[in-house]
């Protein structure tokens, strides 16, 4: 029997281990946002000082198992075997949710995960057990800790607005006192924020992070509570002395020492609050279990009767077990490409430049945006003039970064990733203090949101796209609270039906889930690095973009060979799945090309007098390479339609012909993606002299199905399709030939 039960407490500490990873890929990289998106220090640097935080909050994350084990539910109303049944379908449900979320691309919290999956598990139970004493549903208070359960999520949706609301307000107050030119400010300037920004950090690094810990006395914590005032003042006069200096006599920017340590603080904060999401589950597991055996070998008790009063008690630290749980989180981040990646979603979205928008507008968005400019047009009418105008020149953007390429640019200044790291980790140490276990995403999310909009990065042009994908990630959010309930209770109620062979089972299926999550990760990984988007063009001289330019010519021609091959593979066969694919790869390239354009007016804005020329040919390229799309557009869309709709596929004499010119457009494809690979521009007077071979073999063809549909041709679908793919062939051509004669002209010239 306790076999069985071993085996659970096993399969526990793996899928702990695994969640861990699988939670850090997803999540912990919030805490890097600030520091990632203000180029602030080294990314060497922000991971060294981020794993020293995770180690410190690892340590300090006791208080938050109470949630793991009571804070829910009453254990005291449930036997060891059906506490084993609710900790182990929470733990598979997170596994398999997360790798479900992850595969899907959604923005998902642990946090959030783990306490709707601890109560659809409790109350699946609780169902059962109410009718199996043929109880009402009135009595499920008894089991469910709803006070408590209330208290969790209330904290959790309202830290929501109140970190965009504190976010935005402090950072709409920081930036009117500082301006986006804070480093031409007098350095009691910067002394005195440093200041209050590490003493807000300090006391919740000392009072809130370390007190459950050994490394301060006691006594200190005691004081330190008792004469808050005469703290908090020491620190505010001690940081503002320290900063005055340093940024004075050693030219020491107090603005990246608060992003050093702000890291440090939300690093801590993170895993001192999220840490129970990962262990806290099998740590009351193998608590409980050490009672039940405890009890069996002295008195014989079986599983289905001892009651788990045991839970309710008060367990002793494990820090070897927390330190563990830590070096796990410190080694993910560290080796987890998957994470790094994460962090890009929240430093896009509150990017102060332009940027390549991931989310679509919706009815919602474009409501919001709207409304909120009504509004903000009635307070101007009735803000006074002198007032509009004071505000307006604090928030003009600096000019310092004008010099610097694009790709450098940082998102946003030191200012506001100070302010984003201050006010989520004081809302994230405030939270585990109090022992609410606040999403880390939420917060660092909505920090970032509400900083974001106060420092007017979602203008006119971006705002809808931002608001956007705000709104997405929130509804991904409450998608997580109702997948995380249901799954957990199915989960439950599954393997209280199944017994022990329904728990291996499912332990077996959420191990092959993250199996093929890694694989499938790794594979989209390959192919992201094997297939780059289109480039935008930030030269200033004319030699710099005929550079540039060859590169997103030399994608668009090998992009263009694979989507033709693909088509008339897909009509060939007449695989629907394959010419659907077709259409997505031109509308990805479409897409890519009409950001290009979207990027002109800054392209045309930093070039140089001496190369406006410069501008006419990049313009022509864009057309020419629009032109490409438009081409393959029809192509593939016609493909597609004739297929799916179940026409008559094209006959033999057909599809050969269409292979004889797939064969030599691909070996001229080839050649020419070469050619701009290689900068060997001279040969492409070489390409362009192919020019009437390849039109002759299409005008050629077009004459065989005249000839074909006079006499034999009997389907109009048919012969339709088959035209309009060898014209808009030759227009491809054509294309393709101009585009090769500009830059051939144009070389020359320069």
Known sequence: MENMYIFMIIALAILAIADLVVGVSNDAVNFLNSAIGSKAVSFRTIMIVASVGIAFGALSSSGMMEVARKGIFDPSQFYFNEIMIIFMAVMITDIILLDIFNSLGMPTSTTVSIVFELLGAAVAMSIVKISNNNDTLLEIGNYINTDKATEIILGILLSVVIAFSVGAIV??????????????????????????????????????GLKSTNILPPEFSSWANENLLQFLGVNFILWTVLSGVTHKFFKINVYRVIIIVGTFALAMAFAGNDLVNFIGVPMAAYNAFLSWLAEFTANGTLPSAFSMESLAEKVPTQPYLLLIAGLVMVLTLWFSEKARRVVKTSVDLSRQDEVKERFEPNWLSQKLVRGVIVLGTGINKVMPASSSNFINQRFEKS?????????????FDMVRAAVNLVIASVLISVATGLKLPLSTTYVTFMVAMGTSLA??????????????????????????????????????YLMYLGGNYAIIALFFLALIMIVRNYLSSKKDSLKAKAQEDLKKAESITIAGIIEESADNIAKTVSRTNKIYTNVLKGLSKGEVNSLKKSRKWVEKLNKEI??????????????????????????QILGYLEDITQSLDYIAKASYKHINNNHKPLRFNQIRDLQEINNKLNAFLSETEIAFKDRNYYKIDILIGKKQELYDDVKDKIQKQVERTRSEESSPKNTTLYFGLLLETKDLIEEIMNLLELYSTEHKRS
């Open 171 to 208: 950072q709409f107050i920081s930036r009117l006192l500082l301006t986006f030119n804070f480093e031409k400010k007098a350095s009691w300037v910067a002394a005195v924020f440093g200041g209050v920004a590490i003493t807000a950090i300090a006391y919740f690094i000392i009072i809130k």
């Open 399 to 411: 000019t310092t970064t004008a010099t610097i390429p694009k790709s450098e640019v940082p998102a």
């Open 455 to 492: 420092d007017r990065a979602w203008g006119s042009e971006s705002a809808v796209y931002r608001v956007a994908g705000v709104l997405n990630v929130i509804g991904g959010w409450f998608l997580t609270a109702l997948s995380a309930f249901s799954a957990a209770a199915i989960l439950a």
């Open 594 to 619: 009409d950001e290009l354009r979207g990027n002109i007016f800054y392209f045309i804005k930093n070039l140089e007098e001496t190369s406006v020329r410069g501008s006419n040919f990049y313009i």
